[in-house]
């Protein structure tokens, strides 16, 4: 017999963890210290809702992190907000699977939700199709969004004892480009892991100008949350220089969980674009992560259509695409006057439907 509730005592919180941890795969978005991450973050609308599945005999066998955000349209629930955020259901069946998707649109419908997402994961060694899961719900309409996940897998260093041949093993992984561009990055610039405020401000105020000169939305509160967790162990702040000058260049934030490195915030100078100051730090980076016995480099999620340079950026650097799929169950409609900017505004970090529903919807 399974059971599903929701994380609330220590027991479950340390079962919760060894659990996942059983998996390689599982990113530092999974963890608890995300959680604390995302509390910080998030507004006091926003509540967690960690599933956790055992069997009869109390054994952890599936989890699901969720959090619900509370709006004027109503609430919504996710597993889970912020960007690239998708765990999704880890479990040791498709049974328990099921289990922990009928706990979590139990919730959904019984706090009125007006939509609840599961995003799943691209990297889930045993992942199953939800959407069979997500259809026998007759509460509500079922939706489907999808992206493309990016991964590099990384050279086992346990059999490479020799940093050169380790070197050579992660270059040979490069596109020729890359390559090239690495060579110049190397002899232009020197790059470092640093800690010091003037690193965390120069890499604030560059991935300010990167996002805006995109029209992109750029990250503000995450920099003082992630400098609260363990550096070195939790997160890494890579900076490069450019040699002559000693100005920096370009800045890279990591996450790091069980065998996986997230990449979380890169920043490069518009100034210093032209030597590559950020290939030097990608790859001295990935180096130091194969070395502590990492195995993923989890470059996070890219549209679907559009976004074909920074695909190229990361497919050349070893990485290999997995599409995954956001699976959302609408409740209700949304009036036909609430606008993109309204829901973007009022459930700020959280997915509430895919935008083309409300296009097609508003021309209807």
Known sequence: MITCDVVSSKE????????????????????????????????????????IARNGERQVVGVLPAFMKKGIYGAVLNSLPWFGSNPGVIADSPEVSKQLVDAFFKTAKWTNCVSATIISNPFHENQWDYKDLFCEKEEGRYLEDYRIGTMTTLPDCKSIEDKDLLEHQLIGMYHQKTRNQLRKSIELCRAEVSYRPEAFEFLMKTHKENMEAVGAPYKTKEFDIIKTLKENEDYKLFISYDKKTDDPAAALLLKYYNKTVDYMIPATSLEYRSIDPLHILIHLAMMDAAQR???????????????????????????????????????????????????????????VLPFKEMEEHANT
């Open 12 to 51: 479950d919180i340390i079962d919760y963890s060894e659990f996942i941890n059983k998996f390689s795969f599982a990113s530092f978005n999974a963890s608890l210290k995300f959680l604390y991450f995302l509390t910080q973050l998030l507004d006091k609308s926003c509540i967690p809702y960690y599933f």
């Open 293 to 351: 016995g990492y195995k993923y480099w989890n470059w996070g999620g890219s549209l679907v259509v559009g976004m074909d340079g920074v695909k190229h950026f990361k497919s050349r650097f070893g990485g290999k695409t997995f599409p995954y799929t956001y699976h959302t169950l609408l409740f209700r409609p949304l009036e036909p006057w609430v606008t993109k900017e309204a829901i973007l505004e009022q459930y700020k970090y959280f997915y």
